[in-house]
């Protein structure tokens, strides 16, 4: 009789046995092992030298220049609350980071803030920008093309709260580098102040042989132009960087509205260099001969954009500054032509405010004044203004 083959099953059931453990499975893990480690969370790393290091305060041996880079990311963060987390932080390091490598990294990350959605990062921004330049303008000097791209984003923005908080940087960058920014942007910023405050401006140009004056909008939504009626408030801090602009621009003023010549001057410049620029005022002569002198600031020529990677929009003046004041009073010259000009010098800006811009202010201030309140005197200052550039012809 053959034997019976006893089939070997491939999945056999232990059975249990009483007292007995549950035996483990054949790929089970030992876990009995144990793993230690020491946790230091103030530990901070050392290295050699002194450059870039904080002495004091609690804080000796922290690279700055580090921990700067690694914080400038959440400039970016998604969460408002970060963001104006960050630009506090940054504000009350300022003092202690303003000469360091870093700096540099920390202005272009933190300017296209201007046009940030939330209103509290727009605010401590501009605080950051005040304490920068307390501590040193050329920072913010240095930093002038960027800022002023910014600043004139946010005048053109389609959100209301964002166009009407530019005038609150333009006051801040007035305030430390005026030259600067005149210089730089006097059409662009005289054509921003127009569209943030909703005014539209009478064309003298001829072009296409119609002898009839345009009235040219500046892209003003109805919707803009009510928002910034209905706050006073945020009128009256434009209408007074507009009045700082034109007082920087053709009178020599820092910006501050005060009249003095001698505002403008650095936090490093002495009393006495104060005290000279009061008694030595400016002469409508010196302004007239000054583009023909030695130049007082750097880079004079870089409105020809020779060492910039940007296309420049028409036809550049080529003859310099007195070529630009003299075409300046040509009855052709259409409005959008004034972007080819060169600005440099206070002659030419004030002839170009004069002949594009000052007939439509003009036409805005009666009712400002009418109205009275805030808007109403800053209104009647800038009619002083007004008053004061036409008696310097």
Known sequence: MAKKTVRQVDFMKRKLKVGKPKQKPSNVTDTSFQMKRISLPSQTKISNGSHGKSSGNGHGGI???????????L???HSDVTRKETVIYFESMISRIIHLPSMNNLMQSSIPLMC????QVRDELAKMF???????PNVLKLQIRAITLYVNNAMTHIIAPIQRDSGMFVQVVLKYCADELVRHAWIKMLKGFFQVLGWTIIAQGKPNGNSKTQTISMGIT??????????????????KAMLQFLRAGILGDSGTGTGSASASASAGDSDCDKNAAETQPVSPLQLRYAPYMIPEFPQPYAYLKLFTRQFAKGELSSNGSGASAANANNENITFEELESFSCEDAHTRTLIFNKHFYPS??????????DGGDCGRTAHSLANTL????DMQ
């Open 63 to 73: 690279d700055l220049n580090d921990e700067v880079m690694k914080r400038v990311s």
């Open 75 to 77: 400039l970016r963060h």
């Open 116 to 119: 940030d959605s939330s209103k």
């Open 130 to 136: 005040d304490t920068v330049g307390k501590n040193d």
């Open 222 to 239: 109805s919707s803009s132009v009510v928002s910034m009626n209905k706050n006073k408030k945020f009128k009256n801090e434009n209408l």
């Open 361 to 370: 202010i003009q036409r805005q201030l009666p009712a400002l004044i009418k």
């Open 387 to 390: 008053k004061e550039i036409t």
